[in-house]
């Protein structure tokens, strides 16, 4: 429990007030918490105010222009500027878990990927960590599926609680532009944020690239951390360069360009890739477990993260060969008359490009790619999704994948714009089970956008839905 003081200057009548709890769900109020009512993209969290009132909410926090704190009756009214900005301070205070280092990774690709080889260094190193992010809340014993990239302030703060019970010391997490934008990771004393790229995604909520990038620039202009990791051959890892340079903070990058972890050659050995990197001017090989030259770059970030935080490169690039397969990421899951399937979650235009060119290396017949673009989100990306698979691809089965609240068939005419000599197939398992039947020796089937989601969104709710259950099934 804290007294209001604590989160708010107050008078002598009120500094005196305990609050038990801090919430933004009204159904989670108990007597004397505070509860935000947050405005979210389909609901206003104004009209759940009586509904907190009833369970015993003592403080309502709502917007308003100016600061100020009005009681009605036995409950307080506080008004702030903005609501989730505040939230996100008060949970830093209210819930005051502390680890040695807690990391943050944001990109448009890659960053599920990144903190989960972060967290597998960790823990092969000997220490007890955990990482938060699309794939969920993984800690050495446990795993809980999750349903947001970045979790809401509270949830956070509920799950680093958690962590803190089970002694864990290291937590990687992803920052994602919606977290970002929205706040949910402020207040977080970070000790490395890291970027793995930019490219095009979620403009069906940020409208333009420039408001995408300002929300993955907090990150590092806003929120900040200790050490800043970099992939120095995107474009924009120069603008937080400069923020680095501007705010005395170090800054690592990796890549084809840096000159601190620099990467030199890839070789595929039999299940391994085969890497050579400079390592700060000293020559390193080290073994890959992982498939894609997407997986070299992530694990060249994390490399750089985890050496930030005291992990000698020479555990880091043992850990490195001895990764376990990441959930829906570039998977191999069956083969089918001598055809290899994997599973992808490349739901972007560069991340469906990245995995067909590392499977096209792997590739001795043909090249089939499953997939199609999800509702009530960005429709530009949708056909050039198509012209990339088009270009890339020997075979295209356009299909279905969270449609949501669209018209199925206008989402593939969209992605069937870039690829029109594709074969549309109504139903994402109708298509998964035709391409595998069609499946030649040597060939390769890549089933694309869902990767480890294990449900479907249509327009009359969510169902249970898994690619790799369904490639199991006709692969018996």
């Given at each position: ?81 903005n609501p989730r ?63 947001l990239t970045s ?300 990767g480890h989601e ?23």
């Amino acid at each position: 429990m804290k007294k209001l003081a604590d989160f708010f200057p107050v008078n002598n009548e009120l500094k005196d007030l305990t609050v038990t709890d801090v919430v933004d769900d009204s159904r989670k109020a108990i007597l004397g918490s505070i509860f935000f009512a947050i405005n979210g993209n389909t609901s206003d969290g104004n009209i759940f105010i009586q509904d907190a009132i009833k369970n015993g909410a003592k403080f309502i926090v709502s917007h308003g222009e100016n600061f100020f704190i009005k009681k009605q009756n036995d409950v307080l009214f506080i008004s702030v500027k903005n609501p989730r900005k505040e939230l996100a301070r008060i949970c830093s205070i209210f819930w005051s878990a502390k680890f040695d280092h807690i990391v943050a990774v944001t990109g448009t690709n890659g960053k599920s990927s990144t903190v989960d080889i972060v967290r597998q260094i960790w823990i092969n190193s000997g220490i007890d960590a955990a990482s938060v992010g699309t794939l969920g809340i993984i800690t050495k014993d446990s795993e809980i599926k999750g349903s947001l990239t970045s979790p809401g302030a509270v949830t956070l703060r509920h799950i680093f609680d958690d962590f803190k019970k089970k002694n864990v010391k290291n937590v990687a997490m992803e920052a994602s532009s919606h977290g970002l934008d929205q706040h949910r990771v402020d207040d977080i004393k970070f000790s490395v944020c890291a970027f793995t790229n930019f490219t095009q995604d979620h403009l069906d909520y940020h409208k333009t690239f420039e408001n995408y990038w300002k929300a993955k620039e907090r990150l590092f202009s806003e929120l900040s951390g200790d050490f800043f990791v970099v992939n120095s051959d995107d474009v924009m890892s120069e603008k937080i360069k400069k923020i680095a340079q501007e705010k005395n903070i170090k800054c690592i990058s990796y890549g084809k360009k840096s000159k601190d972890i620099k990467l030199i050659s890839v070789r595929e050995i039999d299940q391994y890739q085969k890497v050579r990197i400079s390592f700060f001017g000293r020559e390193i090989e080290f073994d890959l477990s992982l498939a894609g030259d997407f997986q070299v770059y992530n694990s060249l970030c994390a490399m750089g993260i985890c050496y930030t935080t005291g992990i000698s490169v020479e555990s880091i690039c043992n850990s490195l060969k001895n990764l376990r397969p990441i959930n829906g990421r570039l998977e191999l899951v069956g083969q089918y008359n001598a055809a290899n399937i994997y599973i992808d979650y490349a739901h972007t235009p560069d991340a469906l490009k990245n995995a067909i060119l590392s499977l096209r290396k792997h590739t001795k017949n043909k090249l089939v790619v499953v997939f199609g673009c999800g509702g009530n989100r960005d429709k530009d990306k949708r056909h050039l999704m198509g012209k990339i698979a088009k270009k890339l691809a020997d075979a295209v089965i356009v299909t279905d994948d969270n449609p949501r609240n669209e018209d199925p068939k206008s989402i593939r005419k969209m992605i069937l714009d870039g690829c029109p000599n594709a074969k549309e197939i109504d139903g994402r398992k109708e298509a998964i089970k035709f391409a595998i039947h069609q499946l030649q020796p040597g060939d390769i089937l890549l089933v694309a956008g869902k990767g480890h989601e294990d449900y479907q969104i249509l327009a009359d709710g969510k169902i249970h839905f898994s690619d790799r259950e369904i490639i199991l099934d006709e692969t018996k």
